[in-house]
Nanobody, 120 residues
Framework: QVQLVESGGGLVQPGDSLRLSCAAS????????MAWLRQAPGQERELVAAIYTPSSTYYADSVKGRFTISRDMARNTVSLQMNNLKPEDTAVYYC??????????????WGQGTQVTVSS
């Protein structure tokens, strides 16, 4: 498994931008698919974005065109740039990782979560 530590959450106004970062450590972390998931109060956790290779990414329909996931292999970090934030983006955001080849949704390593609140 890899260890994950998120940073960058906070309180912003609608239309603002925020960047979340996740530092990964542990054996063979480069062999893991990295992702960001979020969970709003009373709702199920949902996959927001995932990065399989620099040219292969996934975005939930609700964030396409506004969020960008990226990975720095040299620094072993993954980031989520969030632009034009909306109140419905309010949630706890989690960085997660799964071994390449694991089934969809089978994330086995999780960060502690960081709160993002979008409110005027």
């Amino acid at each position: 498994q890899v260890q994950l530590v998120e940073s960058g959450g906070g309180l912003v106004q609608p239309g603002d931008s925020l960047r979340l970062s996740c530092a990964a450590s542990g054996r063979a972390s480069a062999n893991y698919v990295m992702a960001w998931l979020r969970q709003a109060p009373g709702q199920e956790r949902e996959l927001v974005a995932a990065i399989y290779t620099p040219s292969s990414t996934y975005y939930a329909d609700s964030v396409k065109g506004r969020f960008t996931i990226s990975r720095d292999m040299a620094r072993n970090t993954v980031s989520l740039q969030m632009n034009n934030l909306k109140p419905e983006d309010t949630a706890v955001y989690y960085c997660a990782a799964k071994p390449r080849g694991a089934p969809p949704g089978a994330y086995s390593s999780w960060g502690q979560g960081t709160q993002v609140t979008v409110s005027s």
